[in-house]
T-cell receptor, first 115, second 112 residues
Framework: DSGVTQTPKHLITATGQRVTLRCSPR?????VYWYQQSLDQGLQFLIH???????AKGNILERFSAQQFPDLHSELNLSSLELGDSALYFC??????????????FGEGSRLTVL | GQQLNQSPQSMFIQEGEDVSMNCTSS?????WLWYKQDPGEGPVLLIA?????ELTSNGRLTAQFGITRKDSFLNISASIPSDVGIYFC????????????FGTGTLLAVQP
């Protein structure tokens, strides 16, 4: 158990819909990262938040948005869903926003299926 | 999206064999990490490397941070069935974010 909690574990929805994925980082971790893993693909970085502020953006579509709340949990919002958005979405947390350590601890993921 | 080149893409071995996989990048990293992902699970950190030339072991696993800072390898000795999974390398540039760039993954299958 990494200590990172993601909900829901599975989600099935239709094209055009909007969903919200939630992540609670490990106790004490200030950074939250979101990654997308499509079938047969590696992990693609989406976005990084540190203590409520956006720190870095990766290949995140404009239809997607995220935020980190004062209690440090984060939400990833996916809207106008398309079939290609079906993927595993992982949240990871780490203690620092920058520095010499790079260990990220991953949650078990939210599997999104768009029909 | 940006990814590291990881090889081999897959390996099918007999229990007890040693395994070697590597990762290369066109960019210099200041951290290399190796993760393992089991089906339906999130990646789990195996080994972290912070200095060029560093060689680190974790049980039967050994990883090295390449001298050029553009590559890393992972060795698994005396493989066992529970080693099955997908192994990912990941690199970190540093700076204002700890975001990791992941390799394409190596699928390892171990036959008892």
């Amino acid at each position: 158990d990494s200590g990172v909690t993601q909900t829901p574990k599975h989600l099935i929805t239709a094209t055009g819909q909007r969903v919200t994925l939630r992540c609670s980082p490990r106790s004490g971790d200030l950074s939250v990262y979101w990654y997308q893993q499509s079938l047969d693909q590696g992990l693609q970085f989406l976005i990084h938040y540190y203590n409520g502020e956006e720190r870095a953006k990766g290949n995140i579509l404009e239809r997607f948005s995220a935020q980190q709340f004062p209690d440090l949990h984060s939400e990833l919002n996916l809207s106008s869903l398309e079939l290609g958005d079906s993927a595993l979405y992982f949240c990871a947390s780490s203690v620092q926003g920058s520095g010499t350590t790079g260990e990220l601890f991953f949650g078990e993921g939210s599997r999104l299926t768009v029909l | 999206g940006q990814q590291l080149n990881q090889s081999p893409q897959s390996m099918f071995i007999q229990e007890g064999e040693d395994v070697s996989m590597n990762c290369t990048s066109s960019s210099i990293f200041n951290t290399w990490l190796w993760y393992k992902q089991d089906p339906g699970e999130g990646p789990v950190l195996l080994i972290a490397l912070y200095k060029a030339g560093e060689l680190t072991s974790n049980g039967r696993l050994t990883a090295q941070f390449g001298i050029t800072r553009k590559d890393s390898f992972l060795n698994i000795s005396a493989s066992i069935p529970s080693d099955v999974g997908i192994y990912f390398c990941a690199g970190r540039y540093g700076g204002a974010t700890n975001k990791l760039i992941f390799g394409t993954g190596t699928l390892l299958a171990v036959q008892p």
